[in-house]
């Protein structure tokens, strides 16, 4: 039954797909606080803005785009020193990882990741029809990597820091996964990275089996362009070109590619807008564990909290109530604890004082 379910114009393989329920994206934040999905609570480089408004941009628009990028890889693979055949972009990192999922993981064996991680990783699973063995999370919320040594693997993928818990794993476990699983993909999905961690880039060199990949949704400020890439060595991003290109899915749009490359450029930006998120999110976290939330370290620009004496639940619902939207997670082991995007600090402040009325 659960194969006909839907419509009966849909083939098998749609009425199986569950309906993904995105986070909740409302049309108007003019009385929100939303720290809900993670974006920047500031705008975007001033330069990376500034080509939005170039004399001859909106001319530009006649001509279809670089179907390769050329100058945007270049600038990415000039930040990480890398080559350009070292680096794929996509339309977000959700496409980058969609690629990823198809290039290297449709195999019999299964694909290995936590069982507290990035929502879509199983969504991909099922729509590439990918089995998955599912590796439980220690009780801190921290990744045992000893856990991964299994035989017969389809690959690995795992956000570093992961998501929803913001932990951060150290590289040296990283190398032992790559070393567990020489013959397969492992895939370092570093959205969170820029706000604490080493990146993962600098074992690319050495390791044949490593793609990591970036997005510019968070630190750059940028949810708004869809612009996410991966970087590895060129045999990888050659598997990923051609299913790209197989399927003949879309180029990044040709202003996506000047902003994205403006913005990657602007280096210092990034750092000082990541400093900021950091610092926030410390004194946010200090606040907290002062009110008796226990908060789980965080390298992202996200903590992941349980409040005391109260639900997550009730929690949330409360401070939905004064328009602070955050994410509630209904599910096992996750649903005591709330993800909290941080903010700029009068958001924040607002944040605590409301948990200090609710408790
Ligand atoms: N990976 C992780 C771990 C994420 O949390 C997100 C954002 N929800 C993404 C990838 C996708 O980001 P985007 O498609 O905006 O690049």
Partial sequence: TEQTTGNPFWS?????LQPYVPGEQPKSTARL?????????YPPSPKAQAVLTAEGIGEHLR?????ESTE????IAAQFGLTPEQVFVGNGSD???AHAFYSFFQRPEPLLFPDITYSFYPVYCQFYGIDSHQLPLRDDFSIDVADYNIENAGGVILPNPNAPTGRYLPLADIEKLLQMHPQRVVVIDEAYIDFGGDSAVSLIERYPNLLVVHTLSKSHALAGLRLGYAMGQAHLIEGLNRAKNSFNSYPIDSIAQKVATAAIADRAWLVDNCAKVIATREHTCAALSAMGFDIIP?????????PPGVSAEVLFEALRARNI???YFN???ISEYLRISIGTDEEMDALIEACREVL
């Fill in 12 to 16: 098998p393989a749609v009425a199986k």
């Fill in 33 to 41: 606080i939303k720290l809900n999905t993670n974006e920047s609570p």
């Fill in 63 to 67: 001509l279809y785009p670089d179907p």
């Fill in 72 to 75: 945007l890889r270049a600038t």
């Fill in 95 to 97: 496409e980058v990882l």
């Fill in 298 to 306: 965080s390298t992202a620009n996200f903590i992941f909290a349980k």
């Fill in 325 to 327: 939207i955050i994410r």
């Fill in 331 to 333: 599910k096992p082991r």
